[in-house]
């Protein structure tokens, strides 16, 4: 694009250490995207939660040797002589110039949006409308923002036809940085809400800022309904140029004559310069309603004739929003809406909420926190809350904060049941939580009121068996594994099918402050969850499936690829999509015959990654079929030295070298030797060691606790079948454990046993679905209310009773049902 020299020119950087001249391709903010190190220049950006300045080093060992700093020149030019540094006061600010600079290279149409709600499904209705005609470039997800904006802008290529670009603001003074990168031709304004009023005196100043964007468009498109953005493009003389859609004035460009709305579609008539149409689109909701009048405006201005395909409109697709639907207990259906609480949000997820209640026949319950978001003063504020809350059909509400109780006036009493609570705690130790049940709850809650506990506790099963799993021991494991490898091995931390039954989330995040090289997962759906819940490290995906593609790229995560068929549809989707160097894993197949490429087909796939501009291997691993079994040493190291010389292979055409990884536990522990670049580790975390290494710590313990006792005489039977006896006769105790707890009905009739009180105590009879019967006759004293150790104690170690019933310690984790309670303990 640009070389270092240029780039400093052009931000102005005030001390410049260029040791060598490089030709910069790639803008990198975020350390985690990091894919051609030569070609990358860092920008160093300091915000509230993080700083870029401490990744450097990180960098520097990926092989990054060029960096935009504010701090500490002197030392960092001392400390990396072979690296280059330009030093600016401004960082974001030095981003944004070169982004401007690169938008001026191109003559297309730029279309900037903005407003305050709908900018993201605007941009990506328009996307879906123009893709299939123009070659398209738009801003990823809702890369908005004072930083989101440049990085948008540099994915501009000569091959573009048309770019969207979305433009966000929350204070004055803002706009116009965003208006010199990304000088659209076209502008639209969705709406204008009550969002970040309080960073501005009047809706006037927000609505001048926002406007702003567009002084050097040739057309705007706005709704013409809303008086204030009338208002404002009046006062900035930009209405001669603006172009409007309305319901009420027929002498706009697009007058919408009539909106009938039907089941689930809605069909809109509208008159433009005189002709009609009528267009029918997949929604009924207000908002996407506007948002596609919006966009039709806008496609009659790029190009007329596309309106002449009204099956354009019908394949509209919705774009995903921020509500977390979760499946609670008691037939609860919750949905979580805790993002950020303004009337606007507030309107969008009742009308979401009467959706889900009607079509599942659910009680509507809206519980409310103060509202945290708005410029209005309390009063009128709570009185226009209430008032919307009143034209919904809600059975019971419950009101969160002082704000909301002092005005609970506002609040419609003919709601079958009315409740306020200083704050969540009170609800929570309320009995209202217990009581809910059969209804659809709405959760909508500022961020500082940290909802996610009412959501947490509406969704527990109540049951007294629980695995408990220790994270210091998690973290003493990990720590074991790597002081076994050779200095600077990465570790792979596999939490896949919910980090072997034991909970990804706790493990992953315990695993992620431990720096781990990264993470992997089964499933796409398992690392948006991760991503989602804040999970920061790589992510690798084992099994993605083609309809999973796209969570893969909305949350950064990197897929596996094992063969031609995935990878094929993969870079189709991502060139659709508009992306590109986008890190994949390649599984090679040297034994396993599971998943992966056969080695001869691997010099293909390497000329095919020599050319990809879509992808990069950011790896390239084999799995072992037997590392655990002595006997197979010879298959496991032949495994070992094909893929080496497959890997080399791939380097070598490739024209660039991938990490290699190979062991998997019980690899680590038998042939560290073949640890390459990283290994992957699985069990062996949980301290389950497929060698029986003695320096692991367990992790994971299942416990539950005696429900009752009672006295068998020698000649009755016990459960199913009849197949428990006691010869002796002699006390027997009743757990709540059963096959559906994931528990196996392998253990029946004395092969599995228990421990009370350190005893071994033997099944007895067959395991039922939520209970099991134990022999107490070696632990007499044993009481009702005791606990019972079912594993991860020494008596009842996991591979003892693996072993016991033919099994191996990975299934009896991963078997466990969601309804046993995790609990995770550290130190
Ligand atoms: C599950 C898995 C691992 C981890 O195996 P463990 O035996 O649990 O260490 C490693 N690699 C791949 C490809 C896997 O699927």
């Known amino acids: 694009m640009y070389t270092l020299q240029t780039i400093a020119e052009k931000i102005h950087a005030h001390q410049c250490a260029i040791r060598s001249e490089v030709f910069i391709e790639h803008f990198l903010t975020d350390s985690r995207s990091l894919m051609h190190p030569q070609s990358t220049l860092f920008f160093a950006i300091r915000t509230v939660t993080g700083d870029g300045h401490l990744y450097i080093d990180q960098l520097y060992n990926h092989g990054v040797r060029s960096f935009v700093v504010k701090d500490e020149f002197d030392k960092l030019t001392q400390q990396y002589p072979d690296a280059n540094f330009l030093e600016v006061r401004d960082v974001i600010r030095s981003l944004q110039k070169i982004a401007a600079e690169w938008r001026r290279e191109f003559n297309i149409p730029v279309v900037g949006v903005t407003g305050s709600n709908g900018k993201t499904i605007v941009k990506e209705f328009l996307y879906q409308l123009l893709a299939d005609t123009y070659r398209v470039v738009r801003s990823p997800r809702s890369y908005n923002s004072q930083l989101g904006v440049p990085l948008s802008v540099l994915k501009m290529t000569s091959e573009d036809q048309i770019a969207i670009f979305e433009a966000g603001i929350s204070q004055l003074g803002e706009m116009a940085r965003i208006e010199e990168v990304i000088k659209p031709t076209i502008g639209v304004i969705t709406n204008i809400g009550s969002a970040h009023q309080e960073n501005f005196s009047s809706i006037a100043q927000k609505v001048d800022e926002k406007l702003l964007l567009f002084g050097g468009c040739d057309r705007i498109v706005y709704n013409m309904d809303e008086p204030e953005i009338v208002a404002g493009l009046q006062r900035l003389g930009l209405l001669s140029r603006a172009r409007g859609w ?6 706009a460009h697009l007058y919408v004559r009539s909106i009938e709305t039907g089941r689930d579609t809605t069909k809109l008539n509208f008159l433009v310069l005189g002709i009609e149409y009528s267009i029918e689109i997949p929604f009924t909701d207000q908002a996407s309603i506007e948002n596609v009048l919006t966009c039709v405006l806008t496609t009659i201005i790029i190009n007329p004739s596309l309106i ?5 409109f019908s394949k509209l697709e919705p774009v995903e929003m921020r509500l977390e639907l979760i499946e609670g207990n008691k037939n609860n259906l ?5 993002y950020n609480n303004d009337i606007n949000s507030l309107k969008i997820a009742l009308d979401f909420q009467q959706q889900r209640a009607t079509d599942a026949d659910l009680e509507p319950v809206l519980i409310l926190t103060e509202i945290q978001q708005s410029a209005l003063n309390e009063r009128p504020l709570y009185s226009r809350v209430g008032e919307l809350i009143g034209k919904y059909r809600i059975s019971k509400f419950y009101g969160i904060g002082k704000e909301l109780f002092a005005y609970r006036e506002f609040f419609p009493t003919e709601i079958g049941e009315r409740n306020f609570f200083p704050s969540v705690e009170d609800f929570l130790s309320s009995d209202i939580p217990q009581q809910l049940s059969q209804a659809c709850i709405l959760i909508k809650g500022a961020r500082s009121f940290h909802c ?31 002081s076994k490898l050779p200095q600077g091995t990465q570790c792979i931390a596999m939490v896949k099918a919910q980090g072997y039954g034991v909970g990804a989330y706790e493990v992953a995040k315990k695993l992620d402050q431990m720096h781990v090289g990264a993470l992997a997962v089964a499933v796409a759906d398992e690392g948006r ?19 999973a593609f796209d969570t893969l790229l909305e949350w950064h995560l990197e897929p596996v690829v094992f063969s031609w068929k995935l990878l094929r549809a993969l870079a189709n989707k991502i060139d659709k999509q508009g992306f590109d160097n986008i890190g994949v894993h390649i599984e090679v197949d040297t034994g396993m015959h599971r998943l992966g490429f056969r080695p001869d087909e691997i010099p293909e796939l390497a000329r095919f990654f020599a050319q990809s501009h879509l992808l990069r291997a950011r790896s390239i691993f084999t799995h072992l079929a037997a590392a655990d079994m002595p006997e197979e040493d010879a298959f496991t190291r032949n495994q070992l030295e094909v893929f080496r010389t497959t890997a080399d292979q791939f380097s070598e055409i490739a024209g660039y070298r991938p990490l290699y990884h190979a062991l998997n536990t019980a690899g680590v522990e038998r042939f560290p030797q073949y640890a390459f670049d990283c290994v992957r580790l699985g069990i062996g975390l949980y301290g389950i060691s497929p060698s029986m290494d003695k320096h692991l710590e367990p992790a994971v313990r299942l416990r539950t606790t005696l429900l009752q006792k009672s006295y068998i005489s020698g000649d009755e039977t016990i459960g199913y079948g009849r197949r428990g006896h006691l010869t002796q006769g002699g006390e027997i105790g009743i757990i709540p454990i059963g096959y559906a707890d994931g528990y196996s009905r392998r253990m029946s009739c004395g092969r599995g046993w228990v421990v009370v009180h350190g005893k071994r105590c033997p099944i007895v009879g067959n395991v039922c679905m939520d209970t099991c019967m134990i022999d107490l006759s070696q632990c007499p004293e044993a009481q009702e209310g005791d606990e019972v150790i079912l594993f991860g104690d020494k008596e009842a170690r996991i591979e003892d009773l693996a072993r016991a019933i033919d099994t191996i310690p990975y299934e009896l984790i991963a078997d466990l049902a969601p309804r ?7 130190n």
Do not use: F, W
């Open 246 to 251: 309305s319901r009420k004035d027929p002498k």
């Open 308 to 312: 002449d395909h009204p099956e354009l």
């Open 334 to 338: 919750i949905i979580n809406d805790v």
């Open 452 to 482: 996610e506990r009412i959501s947490d506790r509406l969704s527990r099963k109540v049951h007294e068996t629980t695995l408990e799993v220790d994270l210091d021991a998690v973290a003493h494991n990990l720590q074991y594994y790597r």
């Open 529 to 547: 969850e991760l991503r989602s819940q804040g999970i920061l490290s790589p992510i690798l995906v084992m099994n993605p499936e083609p309809t």
């Open 820 to 826: 046993v309670r995790r609990v995770y303990y550290q």
